[in-house]
Structures are given as C-alpha cells and as structure tokens.
C-alpha cells in the first residue's frame, strides 16, 4: 500500500480502505508513527530501515497464514518500494502456500509528484526517475544512466541523493549535467514532503550542493527548456512547457492572426 509522502490529505481513498480492512500492519517505524489517525485493531509489525526483505518475508508469511496484511511503503509502492520486491521474492522461493497469496497494489503519490505539484509543472514534458543508492545498481551503471539523461535533456528527478557514507555521487551528477546544461538550470530541493519541517527551495545546477541534502530530500533537476515563473523566492514557479504555446503561435500565424 502506498501512503504518499506522509500529509493524509495525499493519501488515496483506495488506500485508506485497504489499510482499516487489514488484520495487520508490516512497515518502517516511520510510516507506521505517520498513520496513527487511522490505526485501530490492526496490529503492528514495525521493522528498521534497510531492512525490507525481511518485511517482504514476514508479511508473506502473515499472508499465506490468512491474514489480510498492509505491507506499508511511503509514495508509491511501484516506485523505488517493495512492491517489486514481493514479486521478486514470489518468484524466487516459489513455495506453495506463498503462491496462493492474492497480492494487490495500492498507488499513492510518489515524492516527485508532490514536489512537483509544489513548486509548478516541472514535470509537465519528458522527465525520468534515477536513484542515486548504489546499495543495489552499480555505480558505473547510474553514472551512465544520469549522463544519457543528461545528453537527451530530460528533467531528472533525484531519489536518494544521499547518505551519510554516500555523498559523491551527487557531485558527479551535477558535474555530468553542467557538461550539457546551462549553469542556471533551476533544481528544485524538496524536504520532508508534506510534514511540518517542509522546505522547498530552487537553487541554481552550478549551486547544487550535498551539504543541504539528507535522504528525505528529493531533487528534481529542469531540462534545458524548463522556465522560472514569477518573483525569485517564495512565489517563483517553474514549468516545463510541452509545446502547446508554439503549435498555437504557428497556428495563428497560419491562419494570419499572429
């Protein structure tokens, strides 16, 4: 079940039913504190970050008991979650009593949705997702996907960028990217999504910095056509047009009205 990035006013209705059905709940800590409004029977499995295979195998194993279980992700269970990890691990063991499990996904609202949502439309034309955790892809592998997004002018939004052993890698995206944009390409730093400690702000690609940046930070770096709207500071928007203003301007000067 997806919860979204942590405010219940993004979560989706679907998911609220699911999670008050269910016998029981499998999660982090964290996203279990974020849905005490809406705990009353369920009982809690809470486990500690990193370890999510041994949340996957417990609610399986909940699961194949009977139990109607919530295996719980923040922002999207599809996306950088574990929702592909259960099938994953379906896969591998095979075992029977597992194989009977009905598994059903509940979307929510993934991190570069809202802060997208924050701050403009920075998302409104092609964009891509990487990680920055070399936990799981090799590093030379995410240094050639950040540099093909790169090349191609994607708006790039960064997922785990980084951590308290990992902070390099951020430096050699921005190091990347300034090879094939401009200096002043806006990038958005959002924090805390929907809880009160939120912060988002926009920093210039030359500016980009690890030393702002944790893991609950997401950063979304503009492509070469996204656009600032309004006063610099607390009012300035961005968006990334998609081209509706030029087919209209071509249109009219078709049509001789331009």
Not at 102 to 124: C, D, F, N, Y
Not at 130 to 154: C, G, H, N, Q, Y
Not at 183 to 192: E, K, Q, S, Y
């Amino acid at each position: 079940i997806g919860t979204g990035p942590g405010a219940p006013r993004w979560r989706l209705p679907e998911s609220i039913d699911w999670l008050r059905q269910a016998s029981d709940w499998v999660g982090y800590r964290l996203y279990l504190q974020l849905l005490e409004d809406l705990h009353q029977h369920q009982l809690l499995h809470k486990f500690a970050m990193g370890k999510e295979t041994e949340r996957v195998i417990h609610a399986l194993e909940l699961a194949a008991e009977g139990k109607n279980v919530a295996l719980i992700c923040s922002g999207d269970p599809g996306i950088y979650a574990l929702a592909t990890l259960v099938f994953e691990v379906m896969d591998r063991e095979n075992r029977a009593d597992w194989c009977r499990v009905e598994v059903r996904v509940s979307p929510g609202i993934t991190a570069m949705q809202a802060a997208a949502a924050k701050i403009g439309a920075p998302l409104g034309h092609d964009f891509c997702a990487i990680s920055l955790s070399d936990l799981m892809t090799p590093r030379e592998v995410i240094l050639k996907r950040i540099e093909a997004a790169a090349e191609t002018d994607l708006v790039i939004a960064f997922y785990n960028p980084v951590s308290p052993k990992r902070t390099e890698l951020l430096e050699k995206a921005r190091e990347c990217l300034l090879k094939f944009r401009d200096p002043t390409t806006p990038v958005v730093l959002a924090r805390n999504l929907g809880r009160h400690e939120e912060t988002i702000r926009i920093v210039d690609l030359k500016d980009l910095s690890h030393e702002e940046i944790d893991m609950l930070t997401l950063v979304i770096v503009g492509s070469s056509e996204t656009m600032r709207y309004g006063d610099p500071g607390q009012s300035c928007r961005l968006f990334t047009p998609r081209g509706y203003a030029e087919k209209l301007r071509n249109h009219d000067l078709k049509e001789g009205t331009g």
